[in-house]
């Protein structure tokens, strides 16, 4: 770096935990004025979590932030806004019924005698609109704008705000190639006129088109902070990753696989989701999908479930034709799926373990109309045993359970019905490691009698261990397929990095 | 302490009662039959009532749609003009399906139409009230064949009392002892947890509002049944009563939480509040009273069930 100024922002020996994991770790990091920083990890990594830290939304547990040398006080919206330092979230949180003045000054109206002063209002906007080079309508309300240009009115609030480091969460997640020029076009301007922007993307080739210095988390560690024109895309997605596979084993061999098909998916479609998505999994067959969060793995999963629609394409079980979007359908023809998001969609919450145990089967253990109360417990005693969930008993809500033992619960509901084709959604989310372990040793036991087995993860070693068969999913497309037995993280994640526009299309 | 409402419910029930008793020593032995007798339409409209509230809907034209099947019933069976003097049976044939059919119109409403239900119950609450208006063409309709009347005033067993018991037992297993109950629970706990389930939103949804329509149905033959007679004006407020009671009774406005005991209860405790300052000879005043109580008693359930409920994950959104 041949720049030699004072950083702006300094942060020293930043740590974060949630409940036992580690989110960071003595993380020290320096944002020089005027640069774009950009920050690169896998999911997880703790990118979310600093960023937090730095807006002020979430007080670490030690370190210091420092601005302009200066001390920020911890987990103080208010102190870390008057220090200049400004986020855009991945949503935009404009209101969408105002017009482009009223969101740019919400809650700073600028007044005379006490009524809102438009004029000076509006005169204002046109400079700050001038200074970014943008020209966007002043009286349409954000609603008939397009995300790009409602993210160009967030860009120019900050700026309003004498904003001096702004934070962009993967801004151009959901642009077109072209909004995503205009985007970057922005952030040069912002350099120039001196705010530092820290700049979180997966797009690889942004960073690198972008960026004065990159810095790369994993597993809550800061890697390494290097000048941009020192690091290549390799060397990039090797810091990512480069850990050791953790202590569970591969497959040695692909036991139990059959040549049965027993679910078939072909030229799936869905508008805006996801396209051309076609695979086999076999009967004793775990086939891994792979890829970033917002690849639209769980859109697949969902599809195939018969919880949302899908525009076009087949999906076959045992060579049946399945009705689309029927979830009732779906689990009439043996499919089963532990969904993403355990607290919202896999559990009810305020009933009992027993109650969401048996929720798949109620038609079984009924008896003259009644639920037969025997029948019950002891088909979920079975299932609790099975699964090893350890609660006081189950009659305890399952929001009193921790997050590895709810997870038991979601699969174990589903296990009940003995599925043939199971799909499981980032099944060992936010899940500790002893859970985690059961869980695994769970789906191969399933899978080898027989069952088939999707699995959609982030988690790279966990892909990479239960994996019979990998897909990688990247933008909403499958990118490449990998042999579960000699794939490596490196592969994977160079499959999930979006490439370049040319060779995208 | 899982029955806490249910608790704080007799507590309430026996304090009125030591207060009645205070004034007069044979007040609650002579009364107790009446209250319950009183409490028969609010009772059996409550339990659907309080499903439809579980699965996170609401259903406020009860009222109206009793109002309107008892005057459907009037027409039909009255022997004296504007009477049509048909069979009772048939009548009642009539009107239960009437009822149901209302039910599952609303329930159509709101799950196919996506009404919110607030908005499409005030609307049928209107709508009904009207339609009991032209029906009726303004007069009282009386003189109603002896088989009906029965039902409301059989000297030897009440007839009434037992089948409001039958219902609310009916209720009580339908809760807590079939699949069904099982599912009206979890689909208003967290309906996309309970649709990823496999379990539809739509058929449970579409149960409890056709299910309510019914037993207003039967409300309103043993309201006419027993007062013989019928006019513009009745039903007319019921479904605040009954919203009140279901809510003190401790179902949750958020839906997924609330049980039989609790409502019967609240429907006990309210009736006998009326009675109780009916009886304390307050005159007109009274009424006033009872609005009043009523109104502070909704708040203070409601509120209460923000705060046990504040601290917890998940659920609805």
């Given amino acids: ?505 | 302490m899982k029955y806490r409402r249910e608790a704080s419910l007799i507590v309430l029930v026996g304090a009125l009662s030591f207060l009645a008793t205070l004034f007069d020593a044979s007040f609650v032995p002579a009364n107790a039959i009446d209250i319950l007798i009183n409490s028969i339409p609010t009772m059996i409209i409550s339990c659907g009532v309080m499903l439809v509230i579980i699965t996170g809907e609401i259903d406020i034209s009860v009222g109206s749609l009793l109002g309107l099947l008892a005057a459907t019933l009037a027409l039909l069976s009255s022997t004296a003009e504007p009477g049509l003097g048909i069979h009772p049976y048939l009548a009642i044939a009539i009107v239960l399906t009437v009822g149901t059919l209302i039910g599952l119109g609303t329930g159509c409403l709101v799950v196919y139409g996506r009404v919110p239900s607030i908005i499409a119950t005030l609307g049928l609450l209107i709508a009904l009230d009207g339609a009991q208006d032209w029906l009726m063409g303004g007069g009282d309709i009386k003189h109603f064949p002896q088989e009906l009347r029965y039902l409301g005033t059989g000297t030897t067993i009440p007839i009434n009392l037992i089948l409001t018991i039958l219902v609310v037992a009916g209720t009580g297993l339908l809760c807590h002892k079939t699949a069904l109950g099982r599912r009206i629970y979890a689909v208003g706990s967290n309906p996309s947890a309970a649709r990823l389930a496999g379990i539809s939103v739509t058929t449970t949804k579409l149960f409890v509002f056709a299910l309510t329509g019914m037993l207003t149905a039967i409300a309103a033959i043993l309201w006419v049944a027993k007062l013989g007679n019928v006019s513009t004006s009745t039903g007319a407020g019921l479904e605040l009563k009954v919203v009140t009671c279901v809510v003190v009774g401790g179902v949750s406005i958020r839906g997924g939480r609330g049980r039989i005991l609790g409502v019967v209860l609240a429907v006990i405790l309210i009736t006998m509040i009326r009675t109780v300052l009916n009886f304390m000879d307050l005159g007109s005043e009274a009424v006033k009273w009872q609005r009043a109580i009523e109104g502070v008693m909704i708040l203070v359930a409601v509120t209460s069930d923000h705060f046990t409920q504040r601290n917890q994950p998940g659920g609805k959104s």
């Fill in chain 1, 1 to 505: 770096m041949s720049r030699t100024s004072k950083p702006l922002i300094t942060i020293e020996n930043i740590s974060k935990s949630y409940g036992g994991v580690q989110a960071l770790s003595k993380v020290c990091l320096n944002i020089l004025p005027g640069e774009v920083h950009g920050l690169c990890g896998e999911n997880g990594a703790g990118k979310s979590t600093l960023i937090k830290c730095l807006a002020g939304v979430v007080s670490p547990e030690t370190g210091t932030i420092t601005v302009d040398g200066k001390p920020l006080s911890h987990g103080d919206i208010h102190a870390t806004e008057a220090a200049g330092i400004a986020v855009i979230h991945q949503e935009s949180t404009a209101f969408l019924d105002l017009d482009l003045v009223e969101n740019l000054f919400v809650g700073r109206e600028i007044k005379k005698y006490g009524w809102l002063n438009r004029r000076a209002m509006e005169r204002q906007a046109l400079a700050v609109m001038h200074r970014l080079d943008v020209t966007l309508d002043l009286h349409t309300p954000l609603r008939e704008f397009s995300i790009a240009q409602r993210q160009m009115v967030e860009m120019a609030r900050a700026c309003l705000r004498d904003c001096r480091l702004l934070i962009m969460d993967e801004p151009t997640a959901s642009l077109s190639a072209r909004e995503t020029k205009t985007l970057l076009g922005l952030v040069k301007q912002l350099r120039e006129s001196g705010v530092s922007v820290l700049y979180v993307s997966h797009r690889l080739e942004e960073i690198a088109e972008l960026c004065d210095r990159v810095t790369v988390f994993r597993d809550g560690r800061l890697v390494a902070t290097t000048p941009i024109d020192q690091l290549d895309r390799n060397q990039l997605i090797g810091q990512m990753v480069g850990r050791e596979i953790n202590a569970l084993t591969r497959r040695e061999e692909h036991a139990g696989q059959t040549d049965e098909v027993r679910a078939s998916i072909t030229g799936l479609y869905s508008r805006g989701s996801f396209s051309d998505i076609s695979f086999e999994v076999r009967a004793g067959e775990i086939l891994g999908i792979g890829g970033l969060v917002g690849a639209g793995r769980s859109e697949v999963a969902r599809a195939i479930f018969g919880a949302d629609r899908y525009d076009q394409g087949e999906i076959k079980i045992d060579g049946a034709s399945l009705k689309k979007g029927s979830i009732q359908a779906a689990i009439e023809a043996g499919i089963a799926m532990v969904p993403e998001d355990r607290q919202h969609q896999g559990l009810i919450l305020p009933m009992s373990v027993s109650e969401n145990l048996s929720l798949t089967i109620l038609t079984e253990i009924t008896r003259h109309r009644l639920i037969h109360h025997g029948h019950e417990t002891a088909q979920v005693q079975h299932l609790m045993r099975r699964l090893a969930v350890k609660a006081a008993n189950a009659k305890m809500e399952a929001a009193s359970l921790s997050g590895g033992n709810q997870q038991k619960v979601v699969l174990g509901k589903w296990l009940a019905i003995k599925p043939k084709f199971l799909i499981l959604d980032e099944p060992t989310r936010g899940v500790d490691v002893a859970a985690k372990a059961e869980i695994h040793r769970l789906i191969r036991e399933l899978t080898e009698a027989g069952m088939a087995t999707l699995i959609m993860t982030s988690d790279l070693p966990e892909l990479l261990t239960l994996s019979d068969r990998i897909q990688v999913m990247c933008e909403g497309r499958i990118a490449g397929q990998l042999d579960g037995a000699t794939a490596t993280e490196e592969q994977v994640m160079r499959l999930a990095f979006p490439r370049s526009e040319a060779q995208l299309t």
